[in-house]
């Protein structure tokens, strides 16, 4: 595969299909529908020395994933259309174009790291068979809307959590988020958490939690204004 081999055309992966840029930069728009082959990934890149640049836009026409050993860039927008968007493999994925409308996402439990930026709310919930939002060398979210953590968001090796939004964050009752050996860094307009005292943990000497509200109000005991829920 090269950048082009496909045509011109908008490029799409029907369910139970994989595509695998190997390594290689593709040009064409893409349309993603399913999991993919065994469930691996709707568009994969199987080459960890060497990452694959998606330069087209995406869009999701049913809840898929993407997945790999190697790292995949998207250069332009993704929009999942309502759908999920789920990851999986071993790999890196950076989805960091502002204009991506990218909502609800879960993960298998073995990615390196993700960074994720979303022009609307983003939830870490389920999606198809996996739940939840698990890597093992960094996790960063930025949201021009709100992000709600409604399963739990693990980082199991070293590196740091950052979750940026400009709308509320919400922590759901019994949902955390951890690091093994790792900072946690919240950056929010709003934080409501639900689950308590353990809604985030961190691992590791000297690692810290930190919560930084852009809220001009922020003790008003009106919920609607303050960051008084939890």
């Not at 595969?1 to 908008?10: K, R």
């Not at 029907?14 to 840029?21: H, W």
């Not at 890196?92 to 930026?117: H, M, P």
């Not at 790792?182 to 939690?209: C, D, M, R, Y």
């Amino acid at each position: 595969t090269s950048s082009g081999p496909l045509g011109v055309s908008t490029v799409s992966i029907e369910s139970g299909a994989t595509l695998n840029l190997a390594g290689y930069s593709l040009s064409n728009d893409l349309n993603l529908k399913g999991f993919g082959k065994d469930n691996l990934g709707t568009l994969v890149n199987s080459n960890p020395s060497s990452s694959s640049a998606v330069v087209g836009p995406v869009a999701l026409g049913s809840s898929s994933a993407i997945g790999g050993s190697g790292t995949l860039i998207f250069n332009r927008a993704v929009d999942t259309n309502g759908y999920g968007l789920v990851f999986e493999g071993i790999g890196s994925f950076e989805l960091t174009n502002a204009s991506n409308r990218i909502g609800t996402i879960a993960s298998n439990s073995s990615i390196n790291s993700l960074q994720l930026t979303s022009a609307i709310d983003v939830a870490i919930g389920s999606v198809g068979a996996r739940s939840g939002l698990e890597a093992r060398s960094a996790l960063t979210i930025l949201s021009s809307g709100g992000i709600s953590i409604n399963q739990n968001v693990e980082l199991t090796s070293n590196g740091d959590i950052s979750l940026r939004s400009l709308g509320a964050l919400l922590i759901a009752a019994g949902k955390s988020v951890v690091t093994t050996q790792g900072n946690i860094t919240v950056v929010t307009g709003k934080i409501s958490n639900q689950g308590g005292s353990n809604a985030l943990v961190v691992g590791g000497a000297e690692k810290v939690w930190q919560i930084w509200s852009t809220n001009s109000d922020p003790f008003n005991a009106d919920q609607t204004i303050g960051d008084v829920t939890g």
